[in-house]
T-cell receptor, first 115, second 116 residues
Framework: DAGVIQSPRHEVTEMGQEVTLRCKPI?????LFWYRQTMMRGLELLIY????????DSGMPEDRFSAKMPNASFSTLKIQPSEPRDSAVYFC?????????????FGSGTQLSVL | GNSVTQMEGPVTLSEEAFLTINCTYT??????LFWYVQYPGEGLQLLLK?????DKGSNKGFEATYRKETTSFHLEKGSVQVSDSAVYFC???????????????FGQGTILTVHP
């Protein structure tokens, strides 16, 4: 299995531009999570989906952030317009329901820099 | 709400030294507890877990015991290696009876550097 795949690995953009981060979960996983990692706040859960439906988006910082999951194999996190304080590493993770050894599989992250 | 507090880092050790990274938590129910490890340039990986009081999770020489009376889940390793250099995160998940919904609350992370 290829694992959770995120793209791009690095994104540098200017303030005010739209940014789209992409994630392909592991096939067969029915939960998908978006996390943000910063030095100041550590790892924060932004939103998670179950069977492509957003379940909890209370961690999304503001209306500039939106996430979609149009099908079981693809999700996007969009920031519009981007601001310098959005600079962080964004992780996507997935897992499946059930099983004796449930665990969360993380992608390698997208390093976002907003200038 | 739930919270996780880790000892502040960074931690720098010599190879073969003993490692302890402290972790305490606050939760309303009976959470599952985890340690994740993040190697440079990679995503987090589950290192070990414990789902109920007095359970001991272990993997790759690392151990942690779920202590409900002290609400702690300290990570230990008897002899660290250079390859253990990474960031370590303590985390808990909501749910009872060991059920993990994957909605994790993470500590701030502790950077470990091991020198030869």
């Amino acid at each position: 299995d290829a694992g959770v795949i995120q793209s791009p690995r690095h994104e540098v953009t200017e303030m005010g531009q739209e940014v789209t981060l992409r994630c392909k979960p592991i096939s067969g996983h029915d939960y998908l999570f978006w996390y943000r990692q910063t030095m100041m706040r550590g790892l924060e859960l932004l939103i998670y989906f179950n069977n492509n439906v957003p379940i909890d988006d209370s961690g999304m910082p503001e209306d500039r952030f939106s996430a979609k999951m149009p099908n079981a194999s693809f999700s996007t996190l969009k920031i519009q317009p981007s601001e310098p304080r959005d600079s962080a590493v964004y992780f996507c993770a997935s897992r499946r329901t059930g099983g004796a050894n449930e665990k969360l599989f993380f992608g390698s992250g997208t390093q976002l820099s907003v200038l | 709400g739930n919270s996780v507090t880790q000892m502040e880092g960074p931690v720098t050790l010599s190879e073969e030294a003993f490692l302890t990274i402290n972790c305490t938590y606050t939760a309303t129910g009976y959470p599952s507890l985890f340690w994740y490890v993040q190697y440079p340039g990679e995503g987090l990986q589950l290192l070990l877990k414990a789902t109920k009081a007095d359970d001991k999770g272990s993997n790759k020489g690392f151990e942690a015991t779920y202590r409900k009376e002290t609400t702690s889940f300290h990570l230990e390793k008897g002899s660290v290696q250079v390859s253990d250099s990474a960031v370590y995160f303590c985390a808990l998940s909501e749910g009872a009876g060991g059920t993990s919904y994957g909605k994790l609350t993470f500590g701030q992370g502790t950077i470990l550097t091991v020198h030869p």
